[in-house]
Every structure is written in C-alpha cells, then in structure tokens.
C-alpha cells in the first residue's frame, strides 16, 4: 500500500498555524479557500449584520466567492452593503458574492430535477457549483414515472463528469440516472412530499438502499453540500497530472 | 350518486347465516370460497396437526383450492394425509391443495420480480395467482440499475392485465413499470436488503410514496396478499357483463 | 407461462417516439390519455401561472379530462382562464377541466369514509373516479366502533365493483369491509388523529398488516391515487373481451 | 371535589413499616398481597435457583397465590420443589403456585383472541384472571377479516364485566368488540405478524388510536399485566359496598 | 370456563335494530346512551353548525349527557343555541350539555397530574368523569422529582376507587401511584416536554413499560377516552349484584 | 468570563507528542492514564491474540489499570498469559488488570440496580469504578413500584458522592432517586424489557427526559461509561485544591 | 462494599418533613435549595401571574437564587414585580432572581459551543452555571469542521472542572473535547440542523454512542439541565473534605 | 447553460442495443464493463452454484474484473472452479475475479477506518477500489477520541485523491477528516456498536448531517459501494482531458 508524500510534521505545523478570526460571536477561518472552494456561511439563526460581518471578514481574504446559505432578504440587504455585487437567489435564498471572475473550466456537472417542487433545492446546487467554477447543464422535471423523458436526455447525462440528482417523494431518480451512466451521481433527497415521504425520509433511504453502482447521498434538502462536493470531485481532475 | 341494488335486510340476513366450523383451536369459514378466491390458512405458530386439521375441513367444502402460507416440510407431510396431492413449493414456503382442476381463463398476471433474492415472495405471488386461475408471465431480475433490460421487456408488461411487481432495497421497481403500462401495478416490498434497507421499510416507503399512477401496495414479503388482489382484480372482469 | 403478444422492438420504438413538451419550468406528456386516464397536475409548490400553462398544454392534447391537485383558490382561477368550465371542489382543492361529458359507464366504484373529517380525502378519491368515468356510490361515517352503522350497509358494499375506504385514526375499516366482499378493496389511510396517530402512521400499518384478503394501500392521504387505481382496475373489464 | 378520608399521617406510616426480605439478589415484598391480587416473579434473567428463593419467601406470606412469567421447565422444576404442586402452562410459560383455592367469585372476564397465534400471549392473560379469582370465559381466532364470527358471539361477549382482547397484526379488534360491549376493553397488542407490523407497533398504535370509548392498553405480549389488571378492576365492586 | 347467558342470536338481532339518524355528513347513533355513558362528539374537523347538528339530534334521545371534545369558542356558541345549559370548559376545549341531574354515585376517581401544563388533558379527564357521574378527586402538580409531595397524598390516592393519571416528560407518574394503590391506574401521557419527549412518545413509551402491576395506558392528550374508561369500570360496580 | 491558565502553544505541543504505538490492527495511546483514568480496550471484534497484545502494550506503560470489556472467557485466557492476575467477571464480561493496589480514596459511589436483570450492566458499572479507585456502595432490586424499599435506602442514598442508576423497562428509577439527594446521577438506561421497551429505548427516552435536576444519561447498556464518568467527577475533588 | 453512614430512619424522617405549599395551581418544595442549588420554574404553560406567584413564593424562602426557564419578555415583567433586580436573558428565555451575591467559588465550567446557531442552548447552560455560583468560560463557534480551531483552544478546555458541549446537526464536538481533557464532559443535542438531523436526533444519537470516555448527555436543547449538574459535580469538592 | 454534445438518438439506440444474457434465474449484462468498472455479483440469497454460473457469464466477456460480495467460502470455492485465481477475502467475505493485471494508476484512495471492529467493512472498499485500477493507502484504528493520532496522518490523508472514512457508533470520524482535506470524502456508516447506535443509525445520521463540506454518505456497511464511487470519480480525471 502505498504513503502519501507529505511528511507527518509539515501537515502538524500548517493546520497548528491556520489562522481565524474571532468576531465574538463567530471564527472567521481565512485558509479555507486554499482547499479549493468558496467560503460559507449558513445565514438561519444569524442576524443581518452578524451575516454581514462574517461575509465582510471572509471577503477580505483571498480570491474565493463567498456563498450565504438560507439567506433572507435582509441578509441580502446587509450583505451588499459590504459586497454590492453579490447576487440572491430568492427560490433556493442563496447568496453569492463573486471577486473576481471564475474560469469555468472545472468540467460538467448535470444538476437533474425529479419536478418542479425540488427547483429550490436543485438551484442551490447549480448556482453553488457555478460558483466554483463548473459548467453546469440543468434537467429538470424528469420523472421517474416517464422514464422515456428520462432516456430522452441520455447524451446530455452521459456528457456529465459529475451528476447531481434532486429529488422528493419516493426518491428513485437516482437509481435510474446511475443506470445510464459511467460518473459519479450525487443523489439529493428533499423534503417534497406527503404522508409516507415523512419530510424527505422515505427519499433518503431510496437512494441509501440504491442497487445501482456509482451513487452517495447528501442531507435532506442539501443542494449546497451537493453542489460543493460536485466541485470538489471536478477539483481532482484538474490537480491530478493527466496520464 | 348511484346505490347498490341488494336489500340492507338481505345482506344482514346472509352474514348471519355464514357457516363455521369450530375445532376448538381455530374458527373455519365454510362461505368464503362463495367469494370467489381460494381459503388461506396461516401456518406459522399452528402445528402440523393442527394445520392438517383445519385444511381438511376447508377441503370438505366446496371446489376452491385451499392455500397454506408460511408452510414448513412438516406441515407438508401432515397436510398431504389429508390432501394427497398437495403440491409444496419450499422457497416461498407455500403449500397448494386443489381439488379440480381450476380453468386458467382469469386474466394475465405479470409478477416482475427486481432481483434473484426477491424470488421467494415473487414465487408466492405467483403461485397464489395460478391457483386463483389466473395465467402468469413472470419477470425476474429487472433491475432499476439496468432499466435497458426492463424496456427490452415492454411489450410482455403491457400485456398484461394486472402486474404485480416484487422488490427490496430501495423499491424503485414499480414506480418504473407503472409508468409504462395502463394496468393496475401491486407493488410489494421485500425485507432483502441490509443497512438502510431496514427490514423493507426502505422499499415500503418508496412504493406509498411513488408518483407513479397506479400503484398500491401490500404489505413487506406479502406475496400472498398480492397475488391473491390480482385474481380478486381480474375477478371484476369475469362478474361483470361486457359493455 | 404465457407471455405477452407485442413485440419487444414494437414497445421500444413507441416509448422513444412518446411526445412531450418543454415548457421550461415542466415537461408536459402528450400520451399519457392514450393509456385511459386524466391527465393530473400537482399543484402545490407550483404558481397558478405555471399551473394553467401546463393544464392549457394538456387540454391542446387528446380528450381526457385535467385534474389539478391541492389546487388552491389562486390555482383554480388561473386554470379557468384557459379552462372555463372547471369545477373546483375547495374541501379536496381539487380542480377538475373535462371537455367532454364521460360516459359513466366504467363501473360502480364504493368509497367509504370512516368519519367526518376524513372527508377532504374521501372527496378527492370520489371526484376523481367520477372524472375518469366511475359510477361512484359514497358512504360517510361509517366508524368501527359502530359496526352495526356498517353492517347495515352491507348490500351497498356488495353491489361495488371497487371499493376505496378512507380511514384515519385506528385505521381497521377496511379491514371490516374487506370481510364483507369480494371486490378489491384500496385502502387510504388519512392523516386525521393524534397523539399515537403520528399524522396517519397508526392507520397505515393498520392497513398495510391487515388480515383480510384483497385489500391494498396507497400513501397518507392520497384520496387522488385511490381513485385513479380504482378507475385502472375497472378499465380492465372495459379492455378484455368478455368471456 | 371530594377527598379521600384516610389520613396523609397514617398512610404515610403504613409505607414506612411496609415490609420487605433481602436475599441479596433480590429483595421480596411481604405486602404486596394485601392489596388483593398475587404475588408476580418475572423469571427471565433469574436462575432456577434464585427464581425458586423468591417463590419461597413470597409463599412463605399470606394466603395469595405466586405467579412466575416468563419461565421455562428448569425454572418450573426447580419452583416445584419449594411449591409441589405449581402449575406450569408451557404455551405462556406460566408458573403459577396456589397456596388455597380461591373462590371463583370476582366476576366474568372474557379474553378474546384475534388469531391461534396470538393464543401464548391469551392464555398468560386467562390463567392470570383466573389465579386471582376470576371466572373466565375465552374465545379464539375470532378475527376481523370474519366479523360475522364475531358478532355470532356477542351474547357471550356482553355478559362479561371486563374483556381482554389479544390481536397481533393490525390489531383491530379491540376496536371492534369495544363498539359492541358496555364494559372496559383491555387491549393487549401481540408481537404475532410481521413485516409493516414492526413486532407489534402496528396493533399497538392501532390499539391506542382506537376511536372506541372504553379502550386502555397494556404492552405488547403483556398477557400478564392484563389479566392481572382485569381482577383488579373487578376488585372494586367486591371492595365498595353496593349501592 | 363459564359462557355468557345472553343467547347469540338475541344479540345478533339487537345490534340489527339499533337506530341511527342519517344527516348527510354524519350519522348518529341513537343507542350508545343504553350502555351507560354520555354520547361524544368530536368537534375538530366539523363545522359549528354541523356540531350543532349532531348534538341536537343526540339531545332528543334519552337522558344521558352529551359531550363535545375539542370545541372552540365559536363551536360553544353554536350548541349553545341548541342546548342553551351547555358548559364550555376553555382549557380543556371541553363542552358537556346535561340533560338531568347525574346523581354523583358511581365511585370516586382520582385525577392525578404531574404538572401544571398538564392541566388541560387532566380537566378532560375529570369533567368527563363528572358527566358521567363519578365524584373526582384532584391533585394537581405531583412530579416524581419531589416523590415526598405524593406521598403525603397516599391516603387521598388510596381512597379512590380508579386512578387516572396524566403526565408528560418521561411519565413516570403512573409507576409510582401504582405501586402505592390496589385501585386500577389509566395512565395518559401527555404531548407535555420537548425534545427527546417527541410529543409524548417518551412517556407514552414509559407508561407501557411500567412495572407496576395495575397500569394500562390511552392515547397521548386523550383525557376525554381516561374519564370515560374511569366512568365505564366503576358501572361494574353498580351493575353487578354485591356478594 | 475566566479563562484557563494554560497556554495554547502548550497544549498544541503536548498532543502533537503524545506516544502512541502502531500494532498493524489497532493504535495504543500511551498517554491516556495520564489523565487519571485506567485504560481501556473493547473485547468484541477483536480476537483474544489481538486483545491480549493490546493490554500487554498498554501494561507495559505506567501504573494505571486496564480493563477489557465485553471479553469473553477465551479473552480472559490470552490476557492472562500476558498478565496473570487478571480478574474476569463473567456476569458483565469485564476483564480487569490491575498492576498495584489503587487506593480507594476518589470518593463513594452508588450504584443502584433496578431489577434483578440489570445486573450484569450495574456489575460493569461498579467494577470500574473501584478499578478507578472509588469505593462502591451497590443497592439491587430497588424498583419503583415499591417506592417504599428505595426510601428506605434515602440514607445510603444520600451518603454517596455521585449515583450510578441503572434500570430498563420503563426507566424512572433515576429520576425518582435525583429527586432524593443533591449529588450528581449518571443514569444508565438497559436493553432489559420486551414489547414497547424497544430494546431501551423507551428507558432512554424517559431518562433523557427527566424532570429531575442533576440528571445526565449514558448510552443503552454502557455500565463502563458510567463507572469510568463516575470516576472522573470524583477525580475533581482530588484535582482541585480544597476551599 | 461500603455504605452510607447515615441512618435509614433520619432520611425517611426528613422526607417526611420536607415542608411544601400548596398555591392551587402549582405546589412549591420550601426545601430544595438545601440541597445545594437554584430553584426553578418552567415558565412555559404557566400565566405570567402563575409563574410571578411561584417565584415570589420560593423567594420568600432561603437564600438561593430563584430561575424561570422558557420566559417571555410578558413573564419577565410580572416577576420583577415581586423581584425587582431579576435579571432576562432573550436569547435563551431565561430569568435569574438572585437575591445575595454568590460567591463564584464553586469551580471553573468551560461552556464550548459548536456553531453561532447552539448560542441560545449554550447561553442557557452558562447563565445558570453562574447563578449556581461556577465560574464559566465560554468557547463559541468551535466546530468539527475546524478541528484546529478547537486544538487552539486546547489550554483553556483542558483548565476547566466540568465542561458543558453544545452542539447540533452531526453533534459530534463532544467526543473530541472528551478526547482532549480529564475532567467529565456533558453534552447538550440542540434541535440546530435540517433533513436527517431531525430535530436534534442525529446529535442525540452521536453523543449518546460517543466512543470518548467521560461522556454523558441531557436532553436535546435542555441547557438549564446541562448547566445546573455541572454545578452539582462541582458542589462535591466542596463538600467533600479535600484529601 | 451548456449541453451534452451527444446525441438523443444515438444514446436511445445504444441503450436499447446493450446487451445481456438471460440465465434462467438472472440477467447478466455484458456492457457494463464499457462504464469502466468491474462486475459485481451480490452473493447473499443465490447459491453457490448460481453465483458461479453468473461469474463465469460476465468473465467470458471484456477485461474487467468480476466482484462477488456477501461470498461465502462455498461461493468461493464454486467460483474457483470456473475463476481459478480468483482470490477471496474472508473478513470481508469479497471474491475478486481478475482477468488482467490491472495497472494501478488511477490515483490515491485513502481508507480510513475508526476501530478494529470497522475493518470488514473497511477491507471491503478498499480491494474493491484496487480491483478498479486505484492505488489504496489505508489508516486503521483512528478514533475521534485520540484525534491526535489522526493529526499526526495529516500528511497521508492530504495526499490522497479520495477518502474513504468507515466508521460505526458516532461516526464522526469523516466530519473531521473532511475538515483537514480538499479531496471528496466518501463516508461509510457501520452497524459496529449497540444500543443507541441503532444497527449504525446513529452513525448514518451523523454522517448526513456532517457540517464539514465534502462528504456523502453511502449505506450502512456497504464498504463495496464506497470502494466502487472512489474508483469512480477518479477514472473522471482519467476520461477528461488534462487542462
């Protein structure tokens, strides 16, 4: 088996040296973007100005766009005082603040939606792996239930690097689309749904219980996370020396 | 809003006058085969003696084919004294005793089976449909992963007149058949599967909650109810004068 | 074992060719009606613009009436900007455009409800057998706790072909009901109760463990899927030749 | 509002000189008989020998008879030799040690059983009933799916003072015979079933949800805690004076 | 084992005769009243008008009270109209309409309640009780963590001749007051706590796992079902000739 | 607000040193018992080789005891190849190694046993404790529906420093003894029940729910953890300088 | 094995005498704050006037601070009537009467808090631990994610006596400060989070199975609990004369 | 947004062409291959036989290698007579058929493992990632509760181009390794642990809701499926031209 290369003692120094700033009452990492990926900030439960205040901080550092998650109008109000570019997306209340424009060169990720109803969530996803760089192609509405509509899009599916699968209700799509293709599938639960859905339950443990190779699941209603791992995935590929 | 035709007075009258029999142990029904369907008896926690006993009295009675579920090697032997012909099918654990020959002229089940550890509770499905008289074509190992091998399969599935369609882990399978057939779909969830997959309740939830029109569901391994619902299903058919 | 007669290529080509239409925020089937029912349209999570624009593009389609579930007030004037005629029914919310009279002719289908409130479900079940061309025969408040409330109408649920009971709480009716004929019996548990109801859990592995032969479960509260499956089994008498 | 007329001082002295025996694993209450009903030694995780020790301290006490639950032949051998003529019901593993004979005088409960599965679980309740002085009257496999067998019992069924009803599955009987008695239902839920029936969750939040008046439940398989409950309540009408 | 009296066939033909009154949304018995308790409506899910309705119907028949569970303000107003004498509990949403006098002579019920926001499902109980004709007594805020304020009660606990007992939280109540009485216990749990409480999951679960001999348990928040129970044991007393 | 007095480079410093010792199939810390604790190895899913070699690793350092827990009796015998004097408990299945007498000066703890079941879970609990140095006071069989016994006990109660209360089935023993005495109660829940005991959950659930003050919760049947946190509270006493 | 050196007889007599009032609605224990701690009232589910007359009647007494738990800006003002300086806290709902200076000598509590959105649960810990006379160091925003944001904090968790860890969604800050530090660590489960974190079970869970030693936990988002044990762990050094 | 540049059609046909071959009781595809991964059988539920008639079906095709997972010793030794080098991992009970030397350059997998007891599990997905063609670096026994000794692998994890992170309990181990890399981690829940830990429940939900970007989650104990995505998302940078 094989080592990585990296000595024991370097890795121990620079995470001992990672600096944060501490606001009170939030830590403020300024290393994150280094890994590759935007910062975040989850906005339920912190006020305007406390959202405002992180987002400042993180802005200050580096070259990284700065997402806000369930972002509220006032978030979005407070945040562009100090980022006056950042865009809100009121369907999914993400918030995006950009510095500099981002190469979109990552590769392509196919954000596909089961129905209308998962659109927040799936737009989460897009929009985050925008941010990150990837070119994304969106399919939405495909239902398991009109599985023609599904192999309709075949070669769009299959032009994919990454896939990210939203959907509710009994949650099959992800199963399906892995079927049909040789990427990875990032299966998204939501919440969409009634009775037996159980709040995304029944969707959760669909796509956990998948047959078809090739698929992990994120947290219920995640768009986000799904959309950050899909970057993170394309990430390897530009890090890695091609054969 | 239309009513039935038959008197309230002449249906409480007839239930009243229901024979059973009673052996101490158990109550046995001597109408219900009036109903169209074969009598079922339960054979877990009854012994053999006991089983044999209340088979004999369901078969001193009229023409249908008596069904024992959940039917161990003993109570084969123990019911095959009293019923010398019947026939034990050991993986779904179901025993079949006719008494004549049942013309096969019901209808066409098709019992789609996802994977080859469904096979027991699929076999129970249709075994109970052939001995309702009904015709069965049976479908086994289609999975959703492989969705091309199930659309090789449309044709068969569109003949059908009622479909039941038997799957574990994440259940997906009926959501998928259902929207490619007009036919009435009988999903029923197994408990094969680990992890997430708990006991079938991965599959049971999936197929409640499925967007797909047509579909109810049974109970997890419940091959029986399911194949007994079809020749009910097809039943309507025979009993109704054609328009 | 029989197979079906249409050939595999035959059913391969057709699911290619199968229409639909982009709409951008949805994909509108243009063959669904082809398999004998309405077409239905989810209305929650969706505008009352976005709703009338998907139920214009099925209503340009085929004959087949439209339903709109959880169609709010919003939704159903929307929709009667390009459907005139629909009938909105606000305790199921449920929206209904036929545009030709259906000929009632597809059998009588019994829904029986176990108490006041779950009338909303029962309501959507009715409406929608109605719509799809049952002959419908109601029975409200019909509990078990006074069976003798049942027995009473014990003719009236013989003379059914189908029957779909609605229960909240316990959840046992259809049990009771499913010994009393021999039609199949859909069961849709509500979500009506508390406490130990769990929003409709108790009433749905009531139904699910059933005893009674013939009964199968659609999700909590899908007053819509009962009636759909109700009018899918009746049209399997209306597509087979007698015998 | 009313208040009881026995002093706070003196029960509270009473609770004080309660007396009880240490045998190091275990310390046995010398009282419990006072308040009218047996003695209960739970006998599974206790050896033979400590099970027969605590049999024999509490025999060792008054006039009221031992219950041993839950216990196997070696238990009930090694009971026998403190207690000769213990008799032990190996369907319930029951143990019971009658010191005297107690007068059959404290009413009729009727312990009535879904199916012959659920029978261990019924006979723990009557033998129970029984040991503390109850007539009992039992009927068996008198399932919902066959109501009609019901009802022909319910002469039987209205003359007892306290039911238990004993049903696995979905547990819908209590429900049933609640709406044709004036007397209270002791519903036990049995673990009989299986798949959605979850090892009794399913009887037991039926049994909960029941909207009959007059319904309690005690724990699934508590055969015990029912029967037990039963004499107690018909302890009342021996204890008050009659009006 | 001894057999009821009654004949079947007399009680097959009672149950036929029992009268109910059609009111389109609603049916009423007319009979309930003859097995010794107060007639109970429901009111959530019904119109006031169509509360009114039911009650008034139940009114014109016989002596016994009538009871609506769940009543708002507006529901009060429109019995009121019907029943001008009706008593409008607001914390329990409790309305009871009397007809007569019920002499108080049917035993003494102890409601216990284990805090003070248990309060509303503990004055269900005890009003419920007192419509049927117990004398109650209360005792308000007894938790176990200060176990010395029960015992001070034990004499007033040891009075009554049923026991109901209400708690929320881990629902201990119960256990406790059982081991101190002879006296049957109706053990309800309460949505009280947050939480691992889980809506009274925790201590519906406690309830059903006391050890202590006498305890049987009704839905969470059923105060209403614990004061019938409560009514329908102590009328053994009464109707059972005194030894 | 205090800060520590600690420096952070400190503590960075000491753990980047702490010692541990690569086996191939597990680590061993080499610095745990600096923390004042004994070590501890868990015996199921390893073979007795592997757990023999680990305790020899972690004998070979300081002076702290080592226990292994769930160790069977082949477990025993390799250990005690390595480490002589090992003492077994084959009730609990722990496995004790001490290397010089512990003085039992940390304090006096109570460990108070529900049932008669409990045991094996209340013997892992004390056993720790004194392999830490504590002196045990052990209290068996204190159920709740015999109060009277517990109160009996107030004092030994109330003598200890911290209480250990295990119990299954319904759990309310901690709540009731919290209610008695000032100090700390760790309250460990067992999987000891049948039916709604669900394994320990509805213990758990009332023990986290607790009305109690001073009452924390381990996880279902971890009696080391108890013992171990028992310790470890008692080891502040010892730490801090007295006031 | 040691016991306790007070005698049977002086408990049983000093519970007997533990004086209590009786306000009607509510009763209130004269006698707990000898036991060392606060006393407190849940204000929810009380009357701002209720709880005014529960804190004034507990203040009349003694000298321990008086906390109201889950308190409105409508309790608050009613309180400071009778107790003018009361002290709210909106964040955490929480009220402090004091009515002397406590000395803060009892030890030091680290309060470590995983993410801004756990601020209230934590503010409820810290607020009480200081009313109990502890000093407290608060961490806040120290998440997993980070982990060396936390190895930065590593003197000042490691400086504490009792450390109270609050954390939502994964909830797995607790087993890696336990990993950090020798003195007993309490975690507090919040309801933070979405999707499968369902109201705080996912923490619960994963502090419950914590493999850490030292470990226990309190009910989900209950920081009054958390903070008042860590004060009683504390108030053992006091106690207990110091070796 | 940017499109796939395939073509519909030719997807549709390509799919519709896939071969497989029909065993009687399986399908086996002989395409999958082309997706570049191996084969995989799923043992449990198929005998021996069975198994290597599958086996020798999909070897007689392609060059990839064939996976039996859930394999017995008796699986193997069936699949060795058609497979003869096929080499069988009995801790993980996995059967790896190779055909080719399969060069190892598909980049670094680091295999994370918690405790001793995870390494079925763990075993599991990493040969299935070398059978795919990945170079495996595995790090075992790496609890949450030393985590410096994970900090000390900083330098091997931050090599690696996907994680794999196994881990029972409270499965916290890939929140914190996903927090000290940029690579995707793959998070494996494991049924190791008892009570609370629910058969991996605890773990599983602890995973999803992991604060740390970068993680998702497969099934409970599903080692293989991990093992198959990180070999996945690595041939990504393999297909995808170097920028």
Same mark, same amino acid.
């Given at each position: 088996m ?28 300024h ?6 990926g935007?910062e ?15 987002a400042?901080a993180?802005?200050?550092q580096g070259?990284a766009?700065?997402?806000?998650t ?6 979005a ?22 510095r500099?424009?981002v190469?979109?060169? &990552?590769?392509? *990720?196919?954000v %596909?939606? /089961? !129905?209308?109803?998962?659109l927040?969530?799936?737009?989460? =996803?897009?929009?985050? #792996? ?13 239902g398991?239930a ?8 075949a070669?769009?599916?299959? &032009?994919?690097? *990454?896939?990210? %699968?939203? /959907? !509710?209700?009994?949650?099959t799509l992800?199963?399906l689309? =892995?079927?049909?293709? #040789?990427?990875?599938?990032i299966?998204?639960p939501t ?10 339950l029944a969707a959760?443990l ?5 047959c &078809?190779?090739? *698929?992990?699941? %994120?947290n ?9 791992l899909? =970057?993170?995935?394309? #990430? ?8």
């Amino acid at each position: 088996m094989a080592r990585g290369e990296l000595s024991t003692d370097d890795a121990m120094t620079r995470l001992a040296r990672l600096p944060f700033e501490d606001l009170g009452f939030a830590r403020v990492d300024h290393h994150r973007s280094l890994r590759g990926g935007p910062e975040v900030v989850y906005g339920r439960g912190k006020t305007p100005a406390e959202t405002a205040a992180v987002a400042a901080a993180l802005l200050d550092q580096g070259a990284a766009p700065v997402l806000v998650t369930k972002a509220s109008a006032q978030h979005a109000d407070a945040v562009r005082e100090v980022a006056p570019g950042a865009e809100w997306h009121p369907r999914s209340e993400l918030l995006v603040c950009r510095r500099a424009a981002v190469p979109a060169d &990552a590769g392509l *990720v196919a954000v %596909v939606c /089961a !129905g209308t109803s998962d659109l927040p969530v799936a737009e989460e =996803a897009w929009v985050t #792996a925008e941010a990150f760089g990837c070119r994304v192609d969106t399919l939405v509405d495909v239902g398991v239930a009109g599985a023609h509509r599904l192999f309709a899009d075949a070669g769009r599916l299959q &032009a994919a690097d *990454v896939l990210v %699968v939203v /959907a !509710g209700m009994e949650g099959t799509l992800p199963s399906l689309v =892995a079927g049909m293709v #040789a990427a990875p599938v990032i299966a998204v639960p939501t919440s969409v749904g009634y009775g037996a859905a159980f709040d995304g339950l029944a969707a959760l443990l669909a796509m956990l219980t998948s047959c &078809a190779v090739g *698929v992990s699941v %994120v947290n219920i209603d995640n768009g986000f996370g799904a959309g950050a791992l899909a =970057a993170r995935i394309l #990430a390897i590929a530009r890090r890695r020396p091609s054969p």
